[in-house]
């Protein structure tokens, strides 16, 4: 543990994992906004996950006040090799907020990497469009939006299994690499370190050729409520009825979060054949996944298939991407926000 900043009875710690106190208090965080309000679970699983974790922790006479993890990364753009810092979880205490504290955890934070990080550095997070507290915390170190992403929802009553989808084999990874990297190749922040390494890849193939691919994560959340009067309906309605009940139920809302996705061009509505066999096999009615909203593969899937009767009736509200650079020239920075975004399932969940 290494203190960052120490004045009276305040201080900020910074540690590389997680301790119990940040884990109780990121179990009881609730997540969202106003209209929309979800709650982790398995959240302990999750937070081991989280890759080269930096865990900075406000704490007022030893108790925690709140939380900010920053997942390390790297990304290449234009042949430049730049350090990348994600955001992946900001947490106040929920006596505690509408006060100081979150400026004054980010403040110390952005203290920290101006004197500590030397090498061209993006920081980046996720934030609802609607989220206006989180909007104004991230605008005050001075990150700034520089692109969107949108939420793709597909579901199934009774999804059935396909004799052409399964786990990618051993001999396919090396070429599965390569067809995300050319389908990703004008993406920014994306990053296949990891694809192949928990076995939760699937694959279409035919004619031994992969023809869809995506990696899945089963995720679990408690729903408080969704946004808009169709969400209303699906929180408020659906766990009643026989049988839309199979794909929603508040308290224990099991879905596949999808990423790494790659469909061959001309073979779009093969994908929705693997995530309904995918679905199937993990035993869940929903999957979702999220896609800039500029980006040619979100434009070639939204149209291609049937997404199910959860994608019709969510509203379709977008997140923005937030972004602040340091050692990195405002040209580069500028052109950054031209390149579409990949967004990792992992990193939401």
Not at 15 to 38: F, M, P, R
Not at 73 to 100: P, T
Not at 102 to 110: D, E, F, P, R
Request: proline share 3%; hydrophobic share 40%; net charge positive.
């Amino acid at each position: 543990m290494k203190v960052i900043f120490e004045q009276g009875a305040y201080r900020v710690t910074l540690q590389n994992k997680a301790n119990s106190k940040v884990v109780d208090l990121l179990k009881g965080t609730l997540w969202g906004t106003k209209e929309t309000i979800y709650q982790h679970q398995h959240t302990e699983q999750n937070i081991d996950q989280v890759p080269d974790p930096s865990f900075f922790n406000l704490e007022k006479q030893g108790e925690l006040i709140g939380t900010c993890c920053f997942s390390k990364r790297s990304m290449i753009l234009d042949r430049q090799k730049y350090d990348v810092w994600y955001s992946r979880y900001f947490s106040i205490d929920s006596k505690k907020q509408g006060g100081i504290f979150g400026s004054m955890i980010l403040k110390h934070i952005k203290a920290y990497f101006e004197n500590e990080t030397l090498s061209p550095s993006v920081f980046y997070a996720y934030v609802d469009a609607s989220n206006t507290r989180s909007h104004k915390l991230l605008n005050y170190i001075g990150f700034k939006v520089i692109r969107s992403f949108e939420t793709r929802t597909f579901s199934r009553l009774y999804p059935k299994t396909n004799k052409q989808v399964s786990l990618i084999a051993a001999a396919d990874k090396k070429r599965m690499l390569d067809l995300l990297q050319d389908t990703y190749k004008d993406h920014i922040l994306n990053h296949f370190d990891h694809a192949f390494l928990e076995n939760n890849y699937y694959v279409l193939k035919k004619d031994n050729e992969i023809i869809a691919g995506i990696r899945t994560n089963t995720a679990h959340w408690m729903v408080r409520s969704l946004q808009g009067f169709s969400g209303m309906l699906i929180v408020k309605l659906f766990p009643y009825l026989p049988v839309l009940s199979r794909l929603f139920n508040p308290q224990k809302f099991r879905f596949a979060a999808f990423d790494g996705i790659y469909s061959k061009a001309g073979y779009e509505k093969e994908l929705f054949v693997l995530m309904e066999s995918v679905c199937a096999s993990l035993k869940v009615t929903t999957g979702i996944m999220w896609l800039d909203s500029e980006s040619s593969l979100n434009d070639r899937l939204k149209g291609s298939g049937n997404w199910g009767i959860m994608e019709k009736l969510k509203e379709n509200i977008p997140a923005y991407v937030v972004a602040a650079f340091k050692n990195i020239p405002q040209d580069e920075q500028e052109k950054a926000s031209k390149f579409p975004v990949y967004i990792s399932a992992v990193d939401i969940i």
